[in-house]
């Protein structure tokens, strides 16, 4: 019984693939995250290649996995409390520590009370988010004026800033390149923005390609003055209907606690709760 760490994808995936796939609710980040790397290849995230990890029972099932993209922190997808610990205790005995971790509330809190007890550290919660799936899409009755349209490569600076806009609002990391961010989100079709009735582009939404049958909605973005108008709501249900459409049974999306407007927002829309995520920052 233990944790497994390496920087093969493909012993994570030969050891850790059919885990992950049974359950893509639960592990949405990770099987989004293993797609990109899929896609763009191993710097997909950064120039340290991403690190990957599955804890097995002693008759050898795996019942947890864990990644982590350098220079983001550690993503942890489900497990038990055990599993959690132990992990704790394996990254925190090692050079490269990372600064922060993710995932189920109640997994992460206990990493990071093990991770204290280990390093002396202390940690405190970055945010407090809740997982919500697609039951009954339901959108607006009476949505703006306007409709949804794929981003293209003309959009690209406007992508961008919109990107780099979000990131800072929530309080994450941005990508190094948001141009090629951009890029990247505009070629694959995963993002869709808002066109208003006079022409003009006011929110942006994202819909992950479909992996075991899961995709996960976000970023979703209206910048300030074009808030109020209704233009997230009838985006996030275009973006979820995008997502059906690319062949996903779940589709899924994050919600910051905090913000009551989106949570109220995306359940009027036909989202209903699932449970609640956290990430830790240690210092």
Do not use: K
């Not at 220079?71 to 922060?100: I, N, W």
């Amino acid at each position: 019984m233990g944790w497994t760490l390496t920087t093969s994808l493909d012993a994570f995936r030969t050891a850790a693939g059919a885990f992950l796939a049974a359950d893509p609710v639960e592990n949405t980040v990770l099987l989004t995250i293993l797609d990109r790397i899929d896609r763009d290849g191993p710097r997909a995230y950064g120039e340290t290649p991403p690190e990957y990890g599955w804890w097995c029972e002693p008759d050898g099932t795996v019942t947890g996995a864990t990644l982590r993209t350098p220079p983001y922190g550690q993503r942890l997808g489900r497990m038990g409390t055990a599993a959690a610990e132990e992990l704790a205790r394996t990254l925190a005995d090692r050079p490269q520590r990372p600064e922060d971790a993710g995932g189920g509330r109640e997994t992460v809190f206990a990493f990071a009370a093990e991770w204290a007890r280990r390093t002396g550290l202390g940690w405190a919660v970055a945010s407090d988010e809740r997982l919500y799936r697609l039951g009954e899409l339901t959108p607006p009755p009476a949505p703006p004026a306007g409709r949804p349209r794929p981003a293209a490569p003309a959009d690209r600076e406007l992508v961008a800033h919109w990107l780099a806009a979000f990131c800072t609002e929530a309080g994450i990391s941005a990508p190094g390149d948001v141009r090629a961010d951009a890029d990247q989100r505009i070629a694959a079709g995963t993002l869709l923005l808002w066109e208003a009735g006079d022409g003009r582009t006011t929110a942006l939404a994202g819909a992950s390609p479909a992996v075991a049958g899961m995709s996960r909605i976000g970023p979703v973005y209206t910048p300030p003055e074009h808030r109020g108008h209704g233009y997230a709501s009838a985006l996030t249900a275009a973006a979820s209907a995008h997502a059906r459409a690319g062949g996903a049974a779940e589709v899924l999306l994050y919600t910051d606690l905090a913000n009551p407007t989106s949570n109220a927002i995306y359940q009027r829309i036909g989202y209903v709760p699932v449970g609640d995520a956290a990430n830790v920052v240690f210092r």
